[in-house]
């Protein structure tokens, strides 16, 4: 669930407050379209009721874009230090969050952290994930 209703209720708060702001909402666009898209907006936002592995914010991220996320995701360890979290519930939330990134001086703080951010997934990191998981599956079990 994207949390569309409550992005746009939080949004028509926000843009009272900033009348500047834009919000662009768009959907089923062609990668290389959505790219182009992420490369000309100021920010991007995904405040989804759950997000396990958000590859839109991973384009935002690739196109240097700070971005507001969901605090359901299952990235958030790796990003808690670059990206702005918002309780997908909470439409004030949302609503100053967006504010926050509107902010020219925390705009410029959050695209440096984008830009300095490295990713890295390795393959031992994953197995050592599985493993971990199937530990915990096995305790479950002998319970």
Known sequence: M?????LKAAFIE????NREIKL???TDLPYQELIKKLQNCYGVILPSISE???NFILDAIATN???ILTKE???YEKMKDIGIFVDPHNREDIKNKILFLADDRNWQEYKKRVADFKFVHSWQEI???FINIYQ???QVVEI
């Open 2 to 6: 994207k949390n569309l209703e409550i």
């Open 73 to 75: 995701t299952g990235f």
């Open 136 to 138: 915990k599956l096995c």
């Open 14 to 17: 926000a843009a009272k407050e």
């Open 127 to 129: 197995t050592d994930e």
């Open 65 to 67: 874009k700070p971005f």
């Open 52 to 54: 396990v592995s958000p």
């Open 24 to 26: 662009e909402i768009f």
